[in-house]
Nanobody, 124 residues
Framework: QVQLVESGGGLVQAGGSLRLSCAAS????????MGWFRQAPGKERELVAA????????YYADSVKGRFTISRDNAKNTVFLQMNSLKPEDTAVYCC?????????????????WGQGTQVTVSS
């Protein structure tokens, strides 16, 4: 199993940037694709970005494409989400999760459980 702790959220003005981090415990971190999800009040949780086990493949939701960048450092058991040109509609709790396998396609089935996440608030 992989245990995850998110950090890096905060309050930022529209147009600003934040970098989220997701620190993982467990020796098998590099075996899994990883994803960042977000949930805004009153809305369903959505996958915003995902990355394969070695960083060779990435996925972005249309709403964040060109503004967000997902990356990972397997030596440090960490996955990042660089968020630029933030908009008020990006306001949400952001959580990371591990997939059941190494490819982005395996994000359909997640392992572990939801953590507390990190709050991102973008003011207009």
């Amino acid at each position: 199993q992989v245990q995850l702790v998110e950090s890096g959220g905060g309050l930022v003005q529209a147009g600003g940037s934040l970098r989220l981090s997701c620190a993982a415990s467990g020796r098998t971190f590099s075996s899994y694709a990883m994803g960042w999800f977000r949930q805004a009040p009153g809305k369903e949780r959505e996958l915003v970005a995902a990355i394969s086990w070695n960083g060779g493949s990435t996925y972005y939701a249309d709403s964040v494409k060109g503004r967000f960048t997902i990356s990972r450092d397997n030596a440090k058991n960490t996955v990042f989400l660089q968020m630029n040109s933030l908009k008020p509609e990006d306001t949400a709790v952001y959580c990371c999760r591990a997939a059941s396998g190494p490819t982005i396609a395996t994000m359909r089935v997640l392992i572990g459980s939801w953590g507390q996440g990190t709050q991102v608030t973008v003011s207009s």
